[in-house]
């Protein structure tokens, strides 16, 4: 079986280009690498202090989320603790004002001097 491929001359030009592209491109890859081995840059080891700078964007969220209640209510005289303080077991956090609840306080001197004896008695230590 004989097949021949007729082209014209356009033809044969275009082939020509091509088959001459595609060798020229197989040659820079396999022979056009200048560097052979990757280069390094070193540094000698020095002390000193590290500075690291972050930035960032977006909305903060705290680890750990508590909800602090009271058992009174009143207005805040004085805060010892703010957000995000490290806080302990039995540490006052704030101090109420007192001069709110003290002009009342004439109305429950009954009735705390009707419950001291029940109270002593339940009190531990005495």
Request: proline letters at 5%.
């Amino acid at each position: 079986m004989n097949i021949k491929l007729k082209l014209n001359k356009r033809q044969t030009i275009l082939v020509a280009i091509s088959l001459v592209a595609v060798i020229v491109m197989a040659g820079l890859t396999v022979w056009g690498r200048t560097e052979k081995n990757p280069q390094f840059m070193t540094a000698k080891v020095e002390k000193g202090s590290i500075r690291n700078i972050v930035s960032s964007t977006g909305t903060l969220q705290a680890v750990t989320t508590v909800q602090v209640g009271s058992q009174v209510s009143g207005t805040i005289a004085a805060l010892y603790a703010d957000f995000n303080s490290a806080v302990h077991k039995d540490q006052v956090i704030a101090q109420l004002d007192p001069s709110i609840s003290r002009p009342n306080s004439h109305r429950r001197a009954p009735t705390l001097s009707k419950h001291r004896p029940t109270w002593l008695t339940l009190r531990p230590g005495c």
